[in-house]
């Protein structure tokens, strides 16, 4: 079963590349994120100094992320949608699901979206330091896009990193 971290945004992204990724990740102090999410440091500092990224088009199309010490051939998928496709996907999102976005700010971000950056996580990735690189990333780009996160059908303020309940 697949879990999304995904970033929504309002305005484009421009021309995003691993390196932006590996700039935006350089910030993070992985022993402290580790800690948040109940994790033990060294877990976390074994994955900041594991994290790679690979995009074998050159066009942050479809990028592989990994972070696993102990499991190195093991990836997370990056899926991203610009323009139309991520119009359409925001717009299945909004409309072709049962259960609706969480919020009217969710929904304003949806009907607006231009850009949209998906991580393909597995429970494995989930439970451990991936997940927490992740969601992370995903903040970082909806700020630089102007957007909202979601992730586990819940919806983040990327500003903020505090979740946007009903409204």
């Not at 976005?101 to 850009?115: C, E, F, M, Q, Y």
């Not at 970082?140 to 102007?146: F, I, K, T």
């Amino acid at each position: 079963m697949s879990i999304w971290i995904s970033a929504w945004c309002t305005r484009p992204l421009g021309q995003l590349t691993v390196n932006d990724m590996l700039d935006a990740a350089a910030q993070f102090n992985y022993a402290t994120l580790a800690d948040l999410w109940s994790l033990p440091d060294d877990e976390g500092a074994a994955a900041g100094a594991a994290l790679r990224f690979e995009d074998p088009s050159g066009d942050f199309g479809s990028v592989q992320m990994y972070c696993r010490p102990d499991n190195p051939d093991a990836f997370i998928q990056i899926e991203r949608a610009q323009g139309d496709a991520a119009r359409m996907a925001a717009g299945e999102r909004l409309y072709g699901s049962s259960t609706p976005p969480g919020s009217n700010w969710a929904r304003d971000i949806l009907s607006r979206t231009v850009d949209l950056v998906t991580f393909d996580l597995k429970q494995d990735d989930e439970a451990g330091m991936g997940g927490v690189i992740a969601w992370y990333l995903a903040m970082w780009l909806g700020v630089r896009g102007d957007g909202a996160v979601s992730y586990n059908e819940e919806w983040w303020d990327p500003r903020t990193h505090q979740q946007v309940g009903d409204g």
